[in-house]
Structures are given as structure tokens and as C-alpha cells.
């Protein structure tokens, strides 16, 4: 089994950047693909970067994702922060006994 | 675009079988190239997986809720669901069903908006 790391909150200004950390206790990181999710208030999750660092049409470029395998984690950097952003954010992986496992969430508080 | 919604009942007894439904439109759920899951969420804490199923039928699930999920597909309806059976309180949350890309893609584009299921008599 594996689990998925992430802080539980960040904060920042508004125009700063934030990165939040995924980091995969047991297996490569890099084994399977990262995606990572954002969930505003009362609503569903959307993607925001799959496949380790590929942004889908309509998210914006100051969204980026990428790997560490030193670390053996995942990050989600979001630069020029806006109020917008303000959401919870969910990394996930996949395992091929455990099937797709999300990490433990963050919140993003932009101040 | 295509669009899913979530539908069944909002409450459910212990140790019944809790059944949900997936509506999809705007595209067809035979094509090849996606598949289909269900997650669900607690309130105020974190996503959990639930499964996922092919068009052709073939099933993937959660070790940890295996013995008690069953999925299944109805192209002529253009939906999928999820039976969950002998449930208890810690599967009350909100449950949602999506669509992943088989090749390309995101495993969860788009969700649907969730329907929360409580579990109480």
C-alpha cells in the first residue's frame, strides 16, 4: 500500500506564488502518472494538471505540475495567485493492486 | 459537452444496499476511449475512490470496498451505477460518478455534481 502526502494548508497573497507537495510513501513517484484536482466550495472537482505536467484546456498557465523522484513527490506550483484560486487541492496516483488512491488534500487560503 | 448526473436515493438503512445511477449526456457512453468511476467524499473530509467500469463490462475496484461494490453499464440508457451493499454510517457522503480517458486524459473529466447519500434508519 501506498499513501499520498500533501500539507494540509497554504497561504499567500494575492500576485505570489504557491507550491503544494505530494510525496508517495512507498513506490516511484514516477511509476504511474500525477494528477491533481481542484475543488472549489460546494462543488465538484476539476482537473487541473494530468499526467504528471499537462494542463487542460481552459486552466490557466500559471498552473504547472511536476516530479521529484529525489523526493519521491509530486508538486503543483500556482503562480500569480488569485482570489479565484481559493480551493482544496487533491493529488492523485495510481497502483496497480490498490487501483487510483488521492492524496490527503490542500486547502489554498489566498489572503 | 458531455455531462453526468448523479441520481438514487438520499437516504439509505444500515446494512442495506445503497444504488446510484450515472446519466450521461452530450456524448455516448459505448465509446471506447473513456471509462467510467465512481468516488466519493465525506463531508468535510477527503476523496476516496470507489471503482471504475469499461463499456465492455470489465471492472476495476477499491481493495478496501471490493466485497461490497458491484458496478454495471447500460449503453442503451447511456448509464452506469454503483451498488453498494451492507452499509453502515462511515458510507454516508457525497458520491460521484466521472468519465477518464482510456489512452489520453485525465482518469476524472468531468464529475458530475454529487449526491449525497446518507446512511441512518
Known amino acids: 500500500n501506498f499513501m499520498l502526502t500533501q500539507p494540509h494548508s497554504v497561504s499567500e497573497s494575492p500576485g505570489k506564488t504557491v507550491t503544494i507537495s505530494c510525496t508517495r510513501s512507498?513506490?516511484?513517484?514516477?511509476?504511474?502518472?500525477v494528477q491533481w484536482f481542484q475543488q472549489r466550495p460546494g462543488s465538484s472537482p476539476t482537473t487541473v494538471i494530468y499526467?504528471?505536467?499537462?494542463?487542460p484546456s481552459g486552466v490557466p498557465d500559471r498552473f504547472s505540475g511536476s516530479i521529484d523522484s529525489s523526493s519521491n513527490s509530486a508538486s503543483l506550483t500556482i503562480s500569480g495567485l488569485k482570489t479565484e484560486d481559493e480551493a482544496d487541492y487533491y493529488c492523485?496516483?495510481?497502483?496497480?493492486?490498490?487501483?487510483?488512491?488521492f492524496g490527503t488534500g490542500t486547502k489554498v487560503t489566498v489572503l | 459537452q458531455v455531462q453526468l448526473q448523479e441520481s438514487g436515493p438520499g437516504l439509505v438503512k444500515p446494512s442495506q444496499t445503497l444504488s446510484l445511477t450515472c446519466t450521461v449526456s452530450?456524448?455516448?457512453?459505448?465509446?471506447?476511449?473513456?471509462?467510467w468511476s465512481w468516488i466519493r467524499q465525506p463531508a468535510g473530509k477527503g476523496l476516496e475512490w470507489i471503482g471504475r467500469?469499461?463499456?465492455?463490462?470489465?471492472?476495476n475496484y477499491n481493495p478496501s470496498l471490493k466485497s461490497r461494490v458491484t458496478m454495471s453499464v447500460d449503453t442503451s440508457k447511456n448509464q452506469f451505477s454503483l451498488n453498494l451493499s451492507s452499509v453502515t454510517a462511515a458510507d454516508t457522503a457525497v458520491y460521484f460518478c466521472?468519465?477518464?480517458?482510456?489512452?489520453?486524459?485525465?482518469?476524472?473529466?468531468?464529475w458530475g455534481q454529487g449526491t449525497l447519500v446518507t446512511v441512518s434508519s
Open positions: 466521472a468519465r477518464g480517458a482510456v489512452v489520453r486524459g485525465s482518469p476524472f473529466d468531468p
Open positions: 467500469i469499461y463499456t465492455s463490462g470489465s471492472t
Open positions: 512507498s513506490g516511484r513517484i514516477a511509476s504511474n502518472y
Open positions: 452530450g456524448g455516448s457512453i459505448s465509446s471506447g476511449r473513456y471509462y
Open positions: 499526467e504528471d505536467n499537462q494542463r
Open positions: 492523485l496516483s495510481y497502483d496497480y493492486n490498490l487501483g487510483y488512491v
